[in-house]
């Protein structure tokens, strides 16, 4: 079956700093591809998305690029703020359907 | 647009009893799905229902069931409640079938205690 491997957290990082948090998956076919971040009380919100190979997702200064040679899904930003603080979820959906396989999620603590 | 809302936000429960949670999908969007966040298992589909017809379900016991309705308000319900069903529930909706693009939209969550 489906699945997503994400690295283990929790991460703490500075402000400024540069920020990977890696994903992969197995999958049959081609799934599309995304990152979701839940903050303290509320539910998840899509932060970007790829739906094929090569595709690069990006919102808010984060990025991800759809590798399917490596089965990767790696989530990176530049330079994080205190705002950035949150669970990050990588997640994958089939072709059909609408269900969600998430990572286990990583936490994400950002420091002044 | 209205967001994916979810009653009701917090529920304290009893091992025995039943629930009910409610989901009210984005105007339009005509399929709703549910999962169940724990600290242990992470995420977990529950099951997923469009046109009132459920069109997957996850690996959970019978004791949970869930329902949509015409208007593709859903209803999850879980029997004879245990202590290890105390759990943050989410609802997601999303728009038409069929497309890869079709993104899914969570509400806050129920958070639901069992004592």
């Known amino acids: 079956g489906n699945s997503v491997t994400q690295m283990e957290g929790p991460v703490t990082l500075s402000e400024e700093a540069f920020l990977t948090i890696n994903c992969t998956y197995t999958?049959?076919?081609?799934?599309?591809l995304f990152w979701y971040v839940q903050y303290p009380g509320e539910g998840l919100q899509l932060l970007l998305k790829a739906t094929k190979a090569d595709d690069k997702g990006s919102n808010k200064g984060f990025e991800a690029t759809y590798r399917k040679e490596t089965t990767s899904f790696h989530l990176e930003k530049g330079s994080v703020q205190v705002s950035d603080s949150a669970v990050y979820f990588c997640?994958?959906?089939?072709?059909?359907?609408?269900?969600?396989?998430f990572g286990e999620g990583t936490q994400l603590t950002v420091n002044p | 647009k209205a967001g994916v809302t979810q009653t009701p936000r917090y529920l304290i429960k009893t091992r025995g009893q039943q629930v009910t949670l409610s989901c009210s999908p984005i105007?339009?969007?005509?399929?709703v799905s549910w999962y169940q966040q724990t600290p242990g298992q992470g995420l977990q589909f529950l099951f997923e229902?469009?046109?009132?017809?459920?069109?997957n379900k996850g690996n959970f016991p019978g004791r949970f069931s869930g329902r949509q309705f015409s208007n593709s308000r859903s209803e999850m319900n879980v029997s004879t409640l245990e202590l290890g069903d105390s759990a943050l529930y989410l609802c997601?909706?999303?728009?038409?079938?069929?497309?890869?693009?079709?993104?899914?939209?969570f509400g806050p969550g129920t958070r639901l205690t069992v004592t």
């Open positions: 997640a994958l959906k089939e072709t059909s359907g609408s269900r969600l396989t």
């Open positions: 997601a909706s999303s728009s038409p079938q069929g497309t890869r693009d079709n993104e899914q939209y």
């Open positions: 105007s339009g969007h005509r399929s």
């Open positions: 999958a049959t076919g081609y799934p599309s």
């Open positions: 229902y469009f046109s009132e017809t459920q069109r």
